[in-house]
């Protein structure tokens, strides 16, 4: 595949994933407080679709919640999908 980038863009509040140099597929995030992030939004360009890229960035932004020791409020349906097929991120839950 070619070259992807996945960077921490915090001025937009999301995480990008770059293929090439070209803006691909995003995660948004909302910090709540310091131990809460709330993932509202995956989003993929369509001419990107397909090939995995959305599970890459949600990846990078539940491997980065974990890192800072944050829990993780997976308001977007593809987040909540993802982390129910990886049993592994589910300690990252935010509870009630």
Known sequence: MDDVEIRNNEDAGRYELLVGG???SIVAY?????DRVVLPHTETSPSFQGRG??????????DDARATGRQVVPACW??????????D????????
């Open 53 to 62: 890229l959305a599970a890459q960035v949600v990846q990078a932004a539940l």
């Open 22 to 24: 070209a803006l691909a």
């Open 89 to 96: 991120y589910r300690p990252l839950l935010a509870t009630p």
């Open 78 to 87: 593809f987040v909540a999908q993802y982390i129910d097929d990886h049993p």
């Open 30 to 34: 909302q910090l709540v407080g310091e």
